[in-house]
């Protein structure tokens, strides 16, 4: 489902559908971010933002191949319940074509090698 300027829904449960469905929508602007940890082999990441409340989560598009990436981004979802949590992440997309460490989302930090 597109929720916004390219992002998408991530349904966690059949309660996701509900919970959307709902006449309540919270809006989220995804602006940008800055020094993020890199997470490729080149020295950056490709970053995205998840947004999760209940049983609903949002996510921004990727930015390829950056460590500052801006999104400028409005997502929207359905709440059922104008109490509760969000829960903002930052990840690295996965290329499967790479290494699995090449993997690691950037609010990690990487251990160095001996």
Aim: charged share 25%; net charge positive.
């Amino acid at each position: 489902m597109a929720v916004g300027g390219g992002g998408y829904m991530m349904y966690k449960s059949h309660e996701s559908h509900k919970q959307n469905a709902s006449t309540t929508r919270l809006h989220i602007r995804v602006k940008d971010a800055q020094n993020l940890i890199a997470a490729d082999s080149g020295g950056t990441s490709d970053p995205y933002v998840t947004i999760t409340v209940a049983h609903c989560t949002v996510k921004s598009t990727v930015k390829p191949k950056t460590l500052n990436p801006t999104w400028n981004e409005d997502l929207e979802m359905g709440i059922e319940n104008r109490t509760g949590k969000i829960t903002i992440k930052v990840f690295d997309k996965v290329d499967r074509r790479r290494t699995p460490d090449a993997a690691q989302p950037p609010t990690h930090p990487r251990r160095a090698r001996d």
